[in-house]
């Protein structure tokens, strides 16, 4: 119901008395009021007229008030009518059965004017908020129907073309023209079912230039013009991609604003997407062809990467057997030194330090062999395992070491637990790496201390532990110590020593830790399983 005019009033009873009372008291309240004396007329009324009240009396010739109810309600243009018995049949029956009808109220004869006025007043506003749910509830549907359709169209010239036929739809006008300003062209669309005839692209910018500075909150902008109704709405998130300009021959209803508003809003959306879509379509072809580009520099970039690496690997090989060899040559240079001091002071020469030097060259043939194996037929010898004396393997690093610590006043203490068993294990390899532990703290101590070996049993394994008192090493370096390339030496260290003994280690299925504070010493730990599944 509009609130600018009168509400209407379908008065309806067959005692004409009655009727012409109550179109005196409703006319009085400024309602506007229809009569009608049987059930038929009634009903020819109501459908005719779709006033916003009915008062229904009960007992008419014909068709009786229970009866225009039930048909007036079966029908969709009346069924929302609110209707109010205003009877003298009045028993709780009667009353109790028109309510359950349908009927918003049930008054019994003789009625109290002011009452009755109270009571109408109260149901058509009742109805006023009833008819402006229901038609907020469409508006949503139907906004809703815009969102859905505009927003699965990506292409901008469809979604222009769609946008002027629902214009159209929703409003019946005459005359719908867009244009919008795309990423790469002014596209401009009009659909017209009048006279005017299309409409030039300087008429439209010349109405969207005088349209400016006029838009409400609401972003509409209506207008007259010859007996004509415009209505100019712009679109984009500044106002300044383009706009929609509809014509009718009526003036607009604020629900008409009211969707095209949303409207407006809705194309803004999904022209943005739109937008989007063809940006990332253009980015799409004109990446594919970056990528090809960008494929030839790295394959080219790799060849140069690959013949960079082949020249590293060659480095880093020859360090690593430089440093392989040179831990069992340098045991030979000291014993070597301390035979040519006995002859030179005429002291017989210790079969100690001729075994030594035999035994150690006996490892650098070994490891020359090795080598020589891997590089003809690309596999290195399988290492053999056997169950080994620990004691054998201590008497031997400590053998090869003596003379080396010596020279730096370094004591070597050896601590074997009595019930240790064989260790299956690599006899040089193990003898390798606690060779590298303990030469390691001899650099770690320099001169004037102590390095420890203790051999014990921890569960189902053989524990060596290879002790200083040296300057300990940094925690920062301790994350990495088992990694190539990582020294604590500052000068003369490969980094490779601890990696080839973490490596050796872990082949025997077991492993090498260290813990070392500053200052104080570091204890590296080798744990080794009796038993090795070849």
Do not use: W
């Not at 009571?119 to 006023?128: F, P």
């Not at 207008?223 to 004509?228: I, N, V």
């Amino acid at each position: 119901m509009n609130e600018t005019r009168k509400a209407s009033i379908l008065v309806v009873d067959d005692h004409i008395p009655a009727v012409e009372m109550l179109n005196r008291l409703f006319s009085s309240a400024n309602y506007t009021v229809y009569k009608a004396f049987d059930g038929k007329q009634a009903i020819l009324q109501a459908e005719t007229l779709l006033p916003d009240l009915i008062f229904l009396d009960v007992m008419m010739p014909g068709l009786n008030g229970f009866e225009v109810l039930a048909h007036l309600q079966s029908k969709e243009a009346t069924k929302d009518i609110p209707v109010i018995f205003i009877t003298a049949k009045d028993t709780p029956v009667d009353i109790e059965y028109g309510l359950k009808m349908g009927a918003v109220d049930y008054i019994p004869k003789p009625v109290e004017p002011r009452e009755l006025l109270a009571r109408t007043k109260n149901k058509l506003e009742a109805k006023l908020l009833r008819d402006s749910l229901r038609q907020r509830t469409r508006d949503l549907e139907v906004i809703l129907r815009i969102s859905n359709a505009l927003n699965t169209q990506l292409e901008l010239e469809e979604l222009l073309e769609l946008a002027t036929h629902l214009i159209v739809d929703l409003t019946g006008a005459i005359h719908v023209a867009i244009i919008y300003r795309g990423v790469n062209k002014v596209i401009l669309k009009q659909m017209t079912e009048s006279k005017l005839g299309v409409m030039s692209e300087v008429e439209l910018f010349n109405i969207e230039r005088e349209s400016k500075g006029h838009f409400s909150e609401s972003s509409v902008y209506t207008f007259e013009s010859k007996d004509l109704y415009l209505a100019f709405i712009p679109i984009g998130m500044e106002k300044e991609n383009g706009f929609f300009l509809v014509i009718k021959e009526t003036a607009y209803d604020h629900h008409q604003l009211l969707l095209l508003e949303n409207m407006g809003k809705q194309a803004t959306l999904a022209l943005m997407n739109a937008d989007l879509y063809t940006l990332k379509a253009h980015y799409a072809i004109n990446l594919e062809r970056d990528v090809q580009e960008r494929t030839k520099e790295l394959v080219s970039a790799q060849s140069l990467l690959v013949r960079s690496e082949k020249l590293a690997s060659v480095g880093r090989l020859a360090s690593g057997i430089a440093h392989e060899i040179n831990n069992p040559l340098t045991p030979i240079i000291i014993n070597l030194d301390l035979i040519i001091e006995d002859i030179k002071a005429e002291r017989p020469v210790s079969l100690e330090d001729v075994e030594a030097i035999y035994n150690s060259a006996e490892r650098i043939k070994r490891i020359v062999q090795r080598l020589l194996q891997f590089t003809r037929r690309g596999e290195q010898e399988k290492v053999s395992i056997v169950a080994t004396e620990v004691k054998d393997i201590i008497k031997n690093v400590v053998l090869l070491s003596k003379g080396y610590l010596q020279q730096e006043n370094i004591d070597l203490i050896v601590l074997l637990d009595d019930s240790l068993r064989p260790v299956h294990v690599n006899r040089d390899q193990i003898e390798q790496v606690l060779l590298n532990l303990v030469l390691n703290a001899k650099d770690a101590i320099q001169s004037n201390g102590t390095i420890t070996i203790v051999a014990k049993h921890q569960r189902d394994s053989l524990c060596i532990e290879v002790r200083d008192n040296g300057r300990g090493i940094r925690p920062d370096i301790q994350e990495n110590l088992f990694e190539p390339f990582t020294s604590t030496k500052e000068e003369n260290g490969s980094g490779l020593g601890l990696f080839v003994s973490h490596e050796i280690i872990k082949n025997h299925h077991g492993s090498i830790d260290v813990k070392s504070v500053e200052g104080e010493g570091t204890v590296f730990s080798v744990l080794l399983p009796y038993q090795v599944s070849e």
